[in-house]
């Protein structure tokens, strides 16, 4: 992948709040503000650098609560300007945290089980709350064009925020990709371009059109503009907290695809507690994979600082990323927290979604059912303490999968008739 | 359909807040709150009779103000106990009002255009509103199992607040429903019965086990609890008011399957006026079907009071009533407000589904489709006055209706090079 440096493209007036500067996670190296994700010291990932000198505790947390019911209530700890809120965007965020008793009875968790229900959001996954960042930074840097590639939410998530801010997008997707999928990302009316190839072609190819004159104005959400988009997970992490009302919660179980959402929520938690908005106690962070594409499961467990990739094959096609690029910060975080990452068969996601569906109405994608498959599992093997606070996520929505839970139907056929109805023992 | 009197069933003990007794629409004879639905002189409908005598005006608006964010917090203003957000339940409602500047000026509204986006509810249709009384009420009543027939978006609220609830749940589908949909209603894990026979058939028999002891404690929402069920709809009124700044709208367009959402609506807005919430000036209700199903619409062109019933033929399916019960009432609401009813072609109103996603970034599904469709066509038409404000309801979530788009697909099909990408002219 071409590594752009800042020289060519940076603004230094660019206004995104309390954004300072990229730093480089590996070697701290900072730069300015702009549309570049690796240091050009050391090719590791640039993140963003804050300045939240200026914040007072007391005032920064009335100002949270009496923000909009939405991620932009955050906008003093993102990437965004301050008037983010009154520019169109879909407004992300501020789903449901559930209390889930029904869950928790079957589970045994006795310390308070939470789901946060991110299908909530406008196109039903987290993805809203990342590409909301990446399109601010859009803005930002001149960007006329949004795009991604991708085989799912991704998709649905970038068309839908282009329309509505005006923006220009394009999306690259496998040619063969199915039918039902094509009709998700194609509905919001930008350019959707099939590839003649897997998703690893797709994905080469935009790596060398990001290098390239003709895609000069164009914003991939997940490559060029990473630094910015992969901050949205961070409001995950204040949503949770606030909703628990200003407090931590105990344990926190987080998907792992690119594991970039993990490590943010970490961040997000560790700004709060350097924040003052809630109170500095231990938290433990658990990862979940399907075991179908379990890399960093698989070095967890083996106590390797280092992930090796894998071939992925699982219905959790959301998190089938082969090598992830944070696999070795999540590793860290799970250790540093005393948490763990462990994994689950696809009929264990399989179970787990019905598992959830059945005790509280809440129908996940397959992504959830990994959360909550890998939550029991953890509680079976005695991981999970049951007795503490468990905000468990679900990240995104089951009508996007139906194909995975395709197998549940009708529990009995009968004629139109009273006497049908008795003989199947339905009174 | 077999009509229950009061008598045997009647709680007069039954807490459900501000609801006060049943009264008949048509000749205001009123019983005790009880799991009835026909007047036992008149056979006119039931509906909930309130007394909002106690209430201070800005008491109210404060106490609604500092509920939760979703329809419990209007619990002062319906048939639900006071302390119903504490029990378990999906809590729909408080879904976003998008201000939809991009489809405005497309539509050439100038005053103001406004999306009442239901999509946002837990299971993605405003059935989650309405389901939420019925289940309130089935508590009160000391049901256990909460029934009801659907095709679509009921069967998935019905089994998503059951599931939570702690209810047991038994759905009545015609057993050859596609395969999806029977997922998205199986998911749940309640009671699933395939009929062998088709809608019309589902819903003779379900009359019949509502008259049987064998239907004895079962709760259909639609049916026995339809005096409750209507009510949820009245939180949309509330909703966009308060949304408004606690302002009516100057015009609203609302979607025509039963009609009782409309009418329902207007009830809401009725209220508001006289506990002087909002202040009391002129609203127009406009109502939109789709021409393959469009009794109300053809009865108000052409004059008439009375609705003649059609086999509805269109793509529409969740707005797909033949004989709509309130349609007369719709008749009566739309001319009092100097409001009117219209309808449009399945092909209008796939345009409109993709007009709405390619403007806002919001997915529909068709009744989405029909109300925009149809503002539309009222503006076209002088009709509509597009120097006022206005709000078109969507009331359900594209992934549902997937087909209705299924037209829709890649842009472009390239080979993963530069030179591929530039000669489809993408750059």
């Not at 060398?208 to 895609?215: M, N, R, T």
């Not at 890399?295 to 083996?302: E, L, M, R």
């Not at 996520?393 to 009708?410: H, P, R």
Request: aromatic content about 6%.
């Amino acid at each position: 992948m071409a590594v752009q440096t800042v020289a060519s493209t940076s603004t230094p007036t660019v206004d995104l709040g309390p954004a300072a500067a990229l730093s480089c996670r590996e070697c701290g190296h900072r730069v300015p503000l702009g549309p570049v994700f690796a240091c050009e010291e050391c090719f590791g990932p640039l993140e963003i650098a804050y300045d939240f000198s200026a914040y007072d505790t007391e005032e920064l947390r009335r100002r949270i609560e009496a923000g909009p019911a939405n991620i932009w209530r955050y906008a003093p700890l993102l990437p965004v300007p301050a008037d983010v809120a009154d520019k169109p965007n879909i407004n992300p965020g501020w789903t449901k945290l559930v209390k889930a008793d029904n869950l928790a009875r079957e589970l045994g968790v006795t310390g308070g089980l939470f789901v946060k229900d991110d299908s909530g959001n406008p196109t039903h996954s987290f993805k809203d709350r990342v590409v909301a960042q990446a399109l601010e930074a859009a803005r930002a840097f001149g960007f006329t064009t949004l795009s991604c590639s991708s085989t799912g939410n991704l998709a649905g998530a970038v068309g839908a925020a282009a329309a509505r801010a005006g923006f220009r997008s394009c999306v690259f997707i496998p040619h063969d990709l199915e039918q039902g999928k094509v009709v998700m990302a194609a509905v919001y009316g930008g350019e959707l371009v099939g590839i003649e190839g897997n998703y690893d072609d797709v994905n080469r190819f935009c790596s060398e059109l990001i290098g390239d004159p003709a895609g000069e104005g164009w914003g991939f959400v997940n490559v060029n503009l990473r630094p910015y988009y992969a901050e949205g997970s961070k409001t995950l992490a204040y949503e949770i907290c606030e909703q628990l009302g200003w407090r931590l919660p105990d344990q926190i179980v987080i998907p792992i695809a690119s594991g970039s959402q993990l490590t943010k929520i970490d961040k997000g938690l560790q700004e709060l507690i350097k924040l003052g908005l809630v109170e500095d106690r231990p938290y433990k962070i658990f990862g979940a994979q399907a075991e179908g594409c379990s890399p960093v499961s698989t070095a967890f467990k083996a106590g390797h600082d280092v992930v090796r990739p894998q071939k992925p094959n699982t219905i959790a096609k959301s998190l089938a990323i082969g090598n992830p690029a944070d696999g070795p910060y999540v590793l860290d975080i799970a250790r540093r927290t005393g948490g763990a990452v462990e994994d689950v068969t696809d009929e264990q996601v399989v179970d787990a979604i019905k598992l959830l569906a059945r005790t509280e109405g809440i129908f996940a994608e397959t992504a959830g059912g990994v959360t909550v498959g890998v939550t029991r599992k953890l509680i079976e093997n005695g991981v999970l303490d049951p007795s503490l606070t468990t905000v468990v996520l679900n990240t995104g929505d089951g009508l996007k999968t139906l194909d995975a839970v395709a197998g549940t139907g009708l529990t009995a056929t009968i004629r139109p008739t009273l006497d049908s109805f008795r003989e199947a023992g339905l009174a």
